[in-house]
């Protein structure tokens, strides 16, 4: 399988180097060539498999420059650090089920895609005799995400920046209780978007940026998505007919993973794409209005994001798979913060989703009621999608909610809405007694390019 960019200056290259090269060189995103079209007797033979075999047959139609026994092992080492033996279970919970997502290393879904990332990069930096050194900056879950996939790894150094005493003390102490020497938490004298503008900032030297082989775990990254449209294969297979799946949705990485399951298997009905008060994908969805607000901090702050990085590669086949329109499209949104979509498109649209959105009285008033009702307690995030989920309900579709992170990580929000904190799990207590390994720093470039020159491997 070949990869190619959605803005047409990449194309021929296989999946390790689309996977190296993270955001295509001509500033597009990276898709494969083509999305494999799987047959209904492969599918259920897929039915019953363990949940690394099914990674297995599915990435290997992706991944087709590795070894098959290769990518056995980069899968196995990277699904063993989950806690729960079928990885990422389905549980039945009132009208809908909950896919957990959450039995990783930080008890959020995005340990499925960088979990795998890490292992993959060690993977193929060893093979090609070089090494790397990441950089990021973190409100909070994908930096411990990313530090949790890379840690121990050979040939790797992590550089997380986090705003000083401004990410929640969870995030706080996944981040910098972790003793491995190749992890460097920053934390930086200053906020989120200081600790972002210091890191473009950084990638914008090039000559540093090379000297250094900096490189990044964000979202966009094909590996990621790949990882995730796993998860929507299985749990399709959970179910005889076709589901539906509810996404409570932030960059658009994880629901456009599901978009690539749904071509592939044609056992996805519709995508759920659920929304906070930051609803600029739901207005998109349900008006075919694209056009970019003011960032509004809620309580399912991973979730708070206007400009969703992933879009760009669902555009890609809304336009017909025609580069020159998603070059004109990103170059026009750029400009005017807006997009618009002919009828036609928005049939389209309508085919692939529907859409909801929560505000945080409604998604406070979800996990009360769900809990009240089910016993089920809901993490914020995952409550905006179950909002979303029971208004669009319908009888004729087994309605599958992704539950992105674990309740434990955001106490304060769930006892606002049922009057207790939930119980924490071993994991995180453990914590709580660890050394700290994290290093303050002014909101200063040269002080943090220092310091990068100085422990970078
Ligand atoms: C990152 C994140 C999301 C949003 O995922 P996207 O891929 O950005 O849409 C939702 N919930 C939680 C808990 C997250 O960490």
Redesign the pocket.
Known sequence: MNYISTRGGVSGIGFSDAVMMGLATDGGLLLPEGIPQLKRDTLEKWRHLPYQELAFEVMKLFATDITEEDLKKIIEKSYSTFSHPEVVPLVKAGKVYILELFYGPTL???DVALQFLGNLFEYLLEKKGTSMNILGATSG??GSAAIHGIKGKKNMSIFILHPHKRVSPIQELQMTTVEDKNVFNLAIEGTFDDCQGIVKKIFNDLEFKERYRLGAVN?INWARVLAQVVYYVWAALKFEGPIRVC?????????FAGYIAKRMTRLIDRLILATNENDILHRFVSKGDYSLGKVIPTI?P??D?QV?S?FERYLYYLYGEDPVRVRKAMEEFAKTGKLSFSKEELERVSKDFISGSATQEETLNTIKEFYRETGYIL?P??AVGVKVALELYSEEYPTVCLA??HPA?FPDAVETAIGRKPDTPDSIKALFNKPKRVWVLPSDVERVKEFISQNAI
């Open positions: 959020a879904f995005k879950d994908t979202s996404v409570p949705t932030g960059n658009f990485g994880n629901i399912s991973s979730m994001i969703a992933n993490d995030h995952t992105t992170a990580k």
